[in-house]
């Protein structure tokens, strides 16, 4: 798959490719996190559904991602959707209640047509955030997101370990990825035993090996003139109309939607 | 077939197919979307102090000796790699460690506050665990419960002069479980039900997410005691220089 760090599994490189790249990304933030909040406070399946849509078309057509390879990036969510859903569309009870349900000894597994209904609307809403998420990961790289909170005013210390700790995480997993070839060419992984004692002592490694590097990297920083602020260069990435105005006429048609399908009483919009 | 039959089967065929997914076993994270706005921001005005007294902390670390921002970024990132790397289960589904019980005897639990929430932030957005929107609910969970507890027991542990592998399991298992206890009550007063209110509903999320997590609290217990037998084999110098060995205190 192409979103590998030599075998890891990362978003980001997709940031790397993405058409979408170049548009300024605190503005990409701020509307992301607009569109976020109002998916959740409408609450309303019509436009959740719209904003699913629009974020595929955004992140496969505008961004030019592979469809197929935008879908998979749902898989890692799905687990908790499906458990979480579980719990919020089904009750336990001692007595009968509910529209269906289910004997076990003296306890009820109950659920009924509402229980349902909001259930499906809220796995619709989660999926219309996730790809609002999504499309903001999938289109900036998360340098770029670190940044646009320091110009947001974040302490700079904050902004520093951030930045490097996005650095080192690369590091440590390469390393990572060598002491677990090395392991698994010698049977470390042969049964669960000896993988917990294999797992285990490459944990206490890469920490070693962790504490050593962050030595010979401040050496290394102060090589270069480290003085306590840590400086890195952003590109300057301008802000046009154009994005503002599809910005904002995505928001349009979202209260338009809402409006209307309240208005008409279209099935589950309340 | 009846109409229970029908249902019964049903449920058979959906609890079936849930096995059949690549599951994964950090499903503890809260998605995006799923908390209602108002308990996405009391949640996280509810981390703030926590969040606060961490930056504090961190910053009086820094600027009495400005060589430690490296060694706290590297934990940081310590922390992320050991809540991504895939552990060793019984059942083959894929599952994650949260590390941040083995942080929490490490660094102490105000400066993992901190590196918690960044973490947080990378998770959402390298690998689209967890959300912008639930980061407040899922910092308080993960980066301070689970933590406070974590080292509050092995403080507790060392005092009563229960043997160090012992106390270690039990700060890293009661640290992990009570973050899933947390998780599930953090759902259950967004979604209480109708009869039974909260408890009820907090009862129903443990249930449903105990099969999942509950060995994996274990195996992360088990997998903290193993990483710090080797840390302590291998790495006495370095555990000293973070304050390990004098009883992991900041």
């Not at chain 1, 790397?16 to 992301?32: Q, R, V, W, Y």
Request: glycine residues 8%; hydrophobic residues 55%.
């Amino acid at each position: 798959m192409a979103h590998q760090h030599g075998g890891y599994y990362s978003i980001d490189l997709y940031a790397f490719h993405s058409k979408l790249k170049g548009i300024n990304p605190e503005f990409k933030l701020i509307s992301a996190l607009v569109a976020l909040i109002l998916t959740i406070t409408l609450n309303n399946i019509y436009v959740s559904a719209y904003a699913f849509i629009t974020m595929f078309f955004v992140s496969v057509l505008l961004g030019g991602m592979d469809a197929k390879e935008y879908l998979s990036m749902f898989i890692a969510p799905f687990s908790f959707i499906v458990l979480a859903s579980i719990g919020i569309a089904l009750g336990l009870s001692f007595h009968e209640s509910g529209d269906f349900n289910l004997k076990l000894g003296s306890l009820y597994i109950y659920t009924s047509k509402a229980q349902i209904v909001m259930t499906l609307k809220l796995v619709i809403k989660v999926f219309a955030c996730v790809s609002i998420m999504q499309s903001l990961i999938l289109s900036t790289m998360p340098y770029e997101i670190i940044n646009a909170l320091r110009n947001m005013r974040l302490p700079k210390l904050l902004v520093e370990l951030m930045n490097l700790i996005y650095r080192f995480i690369f590091i440590l997993i390469e390393s990572y990825m060598n002491m677990q070839n090395s392991a698994a060419s010698r049977l470390g992984y042969r049964n669960f035993k000896t993988s917990m004692t294999s797992f285990g002592n490459i944990a206490s490694n890469i920490l070693i090996v962790s504490l050593k590097k962050a030595n010979a990297y401040y050496t290394a920083m102060e090589a270069r003139c480290f003085d306590g602020d840590l400086n890195f260069l952003q590109d300057e990435k301008r802000l046009y109309g154009k994005n503002i105005l599809a910005v904002f006429l995505f928001v349009l048609f979202m209260f338009f939607i809402w409006i209307v399908s309240l208005k008409l009483k279209f099935p589950f919009s309340v | 077939m009846k109409r229970k039959e029908k249902i019964f089967m049903s449920l058979a065929i959906l609890f079936a197919f849930s096995f059949a997914l690549p599951f994964n076993g950090n499903a503890m994270h809260i998605m995006e979307g799923y908390l209602p706005v108002g308990y996405c921001v009391a949640w996280g005005l509810i981390s703030l102090p926590f969040l606060i007294a961490g930056y504090l902390s961190i910053k009086k670390t820094v600027s009495k000796d400005r060589r430690t921002i490296t060694l706290i970024a590297m934990s940081g990132a310590f922390v992320f790699v050991l809540s991504s790397l895939k552990i060793p289960s019984v059942t083959g589904s894929c599952s994650h460690m949260t590390g941040t019980g083995l942080a929490a005897i490490l660094f102490g639990p105000s400066a993992v506050s901190i590196l918690g929430i960044i973490v947080l932030i990378f998770q959402a957005i390298l690998l689209a665990h967890g959300g912008l929107t639930t980061l407040g609910a899922n910092t308080f969970s993960m980066a301070i419960a689970g933590p406070f507890v974590s080292f509050a027991v092995y403080k507790i542990c060392k005092k009563a002069k229960v043997s160090d592998n012992i106390s270690i399991f039990l700060a890293a298992f009661l640290g992990d479980l009570l973050t899933y206890v947390v998780t599930s009550f953090q759902l259950a007063l967004a979604y209480p039900m109708k009869e039974g209110g909260v408890m009820a509903s907090a009862g129903k999320f443990l249930l449903v997410f105990a099969p999942t997590q509950v060995p994996l609290a274990i195996i992360e217990g088990l997998l903290t005691v193993v990483i710090i037998i080797g840390l302590r084999t291998y790495a006495q110098s370095e555990l000293k220089e973070i304050g390990f060995l004098e009883g992991g205190a900041n």
